[in-house]
Nanobody, 118 residues
């Protein structure tokens, strides 16, 4: 079992930056693929970024490439999402997830709201 708690969301102007954190507890953090997803009002949840289970390979939604960076600190059991050059369309609730592969997730956090004002 893995528990995930996101933090770092908030209100930011377009062009600004935020860093989201996801603290994990429970089973060995480093053995999981970790990902970030988001869900905007009235839309389905979508993939944003992820680490492979090995922690070596990263994956990104096309529209965030070059703006968002996923990173992890296994010593702190934490995964981060650095978001730069934010756009209004990045507004959503952002969720952290852990799983057996970057396309398969078993555990989810409660989400953190990111609002980008235009």
């Amino acid at each position: 079992q893995v528990q995930l708690v996101e933090s770092g969301g908030g209100l930011v102007q377009a062009g600004g930056s935020l860093r989201l954190s996801c603290a994990a507890s429970g089973r060995t953090f480093s053995s999981y693929a970790m990902g970030w997803f988001r869900q905007a009002p009235g839309k389905e949840r979508e993939f944003v970024a992820a680490f492979s289970r090995t922690g070596i390979t990263t994956y990104y939604k096309e529209s965030v490439k070059g703006r968002f960076t996923i990173s992890r600190d296994n010593a702190k059991n934490t995964v981060y999402l650095q978001m730069n050059s934010l756009k209004h369309e990045d507004t959503a609730v952002y969720y952290c997830a852990a799983g057996t592969g970057w396309k398969n997730y078993d555990y989810w956090g409660q989400g953190t709201q990111v609002t980008v004002s235009s």
